[in-house]
């Protein structure tokens, strides 16, 4: 497959492979990303496509969005914090689940939610893309331009090592933050782990069997009773075991109970 000639069938095919690997449709936005991963296009094995080939691993680092900042949406974090995590956290400990947390900051932003509930707590972030991991881990962000922090509550940024040009998650919330390398399309989550899955801006980009495979993955993965963050655009189907939180949450999504 000649980086000189991706059009037509040989991209076509790529596309398909990574529209089964991990749920990607076909977009403008993939099609760009895939044209200016060329040199990498020409040596992928079409009959071994796994998210653990180096050559797939690769393409996947190079072609997944990783859009993200603190408190991103913050009308709806703002929502979850003060109806939803004290539900939550009546229960007891919680988990609390970034899916698809590109470089890090959705996760840390559920951490600093979450230290402030008094219960304890622990979150997990999981993606596709190494280097976005490798960020993640570090926890190490720019302050901008743009601003990276425009959407954080000043009352919020006391839990923010800020200096320099930089900002960092405070020292006391890194030991109750993983990440690691997941594929939503699989069982990357216990049945019934999780109290709060965040998947924002995610499904937009996948396949609609993409979709509805990650929605019953994450459904099963949170306990009854246990909210899903989606983003604006994102409404589950029926018949998927989810109920709108209330009609004043979008984009807030709870599991249903056995006697509902």
Do not use: K
């Amino acid at each position: 497959m000649p980086a000189t000639n991706l059009a037509g069938p040989a991209l076509g095919a790529v596309q398909e492979r990574l529209a089964g690997l991990a749920g990607f449709s076909e977009s403008d936005v993939l099609r760009n990303r895939l044209l200016r991963a060329a040199p990498l296009l020409s040596r992928l094995p079409l009959d071994r496509a796994s998210i653990d080939h180096p050559d797939w691993a690769a393409l996947l680092d190079a072609v997944t969005v990783q859009e993200t900042r603190m408190f991103r949406a913050s009308a709806q974090i703002a929502a979850f914090r003060g109806e939803v995590l004290p539900i939550l956290a009546a229960r007891g400990a919680l988990s609390l689940v970034s899916a698809g947390c590109a470089t890090g900051e959705e996760a840390w932003t559920l951490a600093i939610l979450a230290a402030g509930t008094g219960v304890p707590w622990r979150v997990e972030g999981l993606d596709l893309c190494r280097p976005a991991l490798e960020a993640a881990v570090s926890g190490r962000y720019r302050l901008g331009p743009p601003d990276a922090l425009r959407e954080v509550p000043q009352v919020d940024r006391s839990m923010l090592d800020i200096a320099d040009g930089w900002f960092e998650p405070a020292e006391n919330l890194r030991p109750h933050v993983a990440f690691r390398r997941a594929n939503l399309l699989d069982a990357c989550l216990p049945d019934g782990s999780a109290d709060a899955i965040l998947c924002r801006n995610v499904l937009i980009y996948m396949t609609e069997a993409g979709r509805l495979a990650v929605l019953r993955r994450l459904v099963a993965a949170l306990r009854p009773g246990g909210a899903l963050l989606l983003g604006p655009t994102d409404r589950p189907p029926r018949g998927i075991g989810l109920v709108s939180w209330s009609r004043d949450l979008i984009g807030i999504w709870r599991r249903e109970v056995a006697d509902e």
